[in-house]
């Protein structure tokens, strides 16, 4: 029904940057709230950030100033523009995303994507 595919994670030195994309695909009538989220081995999964449909945004604390989500709603993405990265940005990323599909267009459902792995080290 609905693929979400992470990619651009990588191993990078602290102070670097990187950048993900989330794609979506599928019998796709609408995206809703997308985020990102990550999960640090020996954690609970935490998240990193969130945007609507319209754009409009909200951004942990941990990441406030260095990170920076965007949408690209014409073709059903989405990114994280990760700067100044540290040690302990070192996750696996996760998409995530609200879809309405053709087939179930009286509600909405949620799905994740498989991850993309960051690791920041020197």
């Known amino acids: 029904q609905v693929q979400l595919v992470e990619s651009g994670g990588g191993l990078v030195q602290p102070g670097g940057s990187l950048r993900l994309a989330c794609a979506a695909s599928g019998n796709i009538l609408g995206l809703h709230d997308m985020g990102w989220y990550r999960q640090a081995p020996g954690s609970q999964r935490e998240l990193v950030a969130v945007?609507?449909?319209?754009?409009?945004?909200r951004i942990a604390d941990s990441v406030k100033g260095r990170f920076t989500i965007s949408r690209d709603n014409a073709n059903n993405r989405m990114y994280l523009q990760m700067n100044s990265l540290k040690a302990e940005d070192t996750a696996v990323y996760f998409c995530?995303?609200?879809?309405?599909?053709?087939?179930?267009?009286?509600?909405?459902?949620?799905?994740w994507g498989q991850g993309t792995e960051v690791t920041v080290s020197s």
């Open positions: 945007i609507g449909s319209g754009g409009n945004t």
């Open positions: 995530n995303a609200r879809v309405t599909l053709r087939s179930t267009f009286w509600r909405t459902d949620d799905y």
